[in-house]
Each structure stands twice: as C-alpha cells, then as structure tokens.
T-cell receptor, first 114, second 113 residues
Framework: GAGVSQTPSNKVTEKGKYVELRCDPI?????LYWYRQSLGQGPEFLIY????????DSGLPNDRFFAVRPEGSVSTLKIQRTERGDSAVYLC????????????FGPGTRLTVT | QKEVEQNSGPLSVPEGAIASLNCTYS??????FFWYRQYSGKSPELIMS????GDKEDGRFTAQLNKASQYVSLLIRDSQPSDSATYLC?????????????FGQGTTLQVKP
C-alpha cells in the first residue's frame, strides 16, 4: 500500500514568513509523529499525535511551532515567523498504534529559510 | 551524556565482510529499539526492531540488545556496496510507551567493492 506522503518536498521561504508542511500517514495508522533532522544529525522528535490529539508536544522548540491533526489522519505542521535556524528536513512518521509499534517515515520536506 | 550515542564513523568494510554497528543509550527505562538505514538525501528506512534481550535475525541483519549494559548493535553479514549508508539507532524514550524515539547521530558505513 501507499507509504507516508509529505508535501511539499522542498520549501524555500524568507525569514519571518509563515509556512505549512503537510503529512498524510499510512492508511489505518492512528499514531503520527513529526521529527526534524539537521545535516549530520539524527532526527529530533517534535510532536506526537494519537488520533486527533497531540499526546506529546514536548519537542516543539518554541511557540512559533504548532501542529494539528483535525480528523485523525492528515497532519499539518505550522511554523510562524520563520527563522534561518528553522532550516532543516522535517520528517513525518506514522505507526499502527502508539508505543512499541514500528514507525515508518515519509520522504520529508526540506525547508530552507533565507 | 547524549541519550543515544553512536560512533559517527565512517566505518569501512570490504564487500562480503561483516559490518558491526554499535549504539549505547542512557535511559534505563527504554524498552524498544530500532535500526534505520538512511541513504544520502533520503528519509530513514526501518530495518529492524528489537524489544527483548538477545539476538534477532532477519536475513543478513542481526540486531542484539543487552539491557543490563544499555547496548544495542546491528550486524550486517555479507556486506554489499548497496549497504553503504548511514545507520541510525533509536530508542523509545522512557517506559511510558509513548512511541517518542530518541535517535543517535548515525554511523556512516562504507562497503568497498
């Protein structure tokens, strides 16, 4: 079946602008995760959804970052007043359920803030 | 101390050899561990999961977990040039079953023909 999809694949924006990154999980997966990966580093946890609710948002760096999953499927990561330090690859993953279930990653969105 | 530590490498092995990748973790509550492979410019791809002490084999891959020593490893037998990639070790954070993964920085593996 189809894997996790993310759009756009690349996003270039100017400092101070607002961006939205979209994730469509594997069909039937109830858990959805956002990670951020900088060059030479492993992915860094941002937020986790179980269904429609954000079960753990402890990884969001500050209040400029926000994510929603209104119908328990597609999720959108929103970044306000972007800064150059936000430049990274934003990865979305999904799993059948939370916890020990294996997480499958989408292709990522490369965000560049100029 | 980093929560999940890996040697960044590169680890270079000849084709056909066994590649051994290692990872240590600091959170004694972690119960679940995963190995991902990441090719340059691509997203992580799940290779193995391991939850219990001991070995778990899948084809050319064997994952090993030692919770007492807080150590996880991945062995790749009969290494191929196509195995050249960065290997990421990840552990579930804490024992609360949240699914939040903490990743190491990855080990770059180079398999020379």
């Amino acid at each position: 079946g189809a894997g996790v999809s993310q759009t756009p694949s690349n996003k270039v924006t100017e400092k101070g602008k607002y961006v939205e990154l979209r994730c469509d999980p594997i069909s039937g997966h109830t858990a959805l995760y956002w990670y951020r990966q900088s060059l030479g580093q492993g992915p860094e946890f941002l937020i986790y959804f179980q269904g429609t609710g954000a079960a753990d948002d402890s990884g969001l760096p500050n209040d400029r970052f926000f994510a929603v999953r209104p119908e328990g499927s597609v999720s959108t990561l929103k970044i306000q007043r972007t800064e150059r330090g936000d430049s990274a690859v934003y990865l979305c993953a999904s799993s059948l359920d939370r916890g020990v279930d294996e997480q499958y990653f989408g292709p990522g969105t490369r965000l560049t803030v100029t | 101390q980093k929560e999940v530590e890996q040697n960044s490498g590169p680890l270079s092995v000849p084709e056909g050899a066994i590649a051994s990748l290692n990872c240590t973790y600091s959170d004694r509550g972690s119960q679940s561990f995963f190995w991902y492979r990441q090719y340059s410019g691509k997203s992580p791809e799940l290779i193995m999961s391991i939850y219990s002490n001991g070995d778990k084999e899948d084809g050319r891959f064997t994952a090993q977990l030692n919770k007492a020593s807080q150590y996880v490893s991945l062995l790749i037998r009969d290494s191929q040039p196509s195995d050249s990639a960065t290997y990421l070790c990840a552990g579930e954070w804490g024992s609360s079953n949240t699914g939040k993964l903490i990743f190491g920085q990855g080990t770059t593996l180079q398999v020379k023909p």
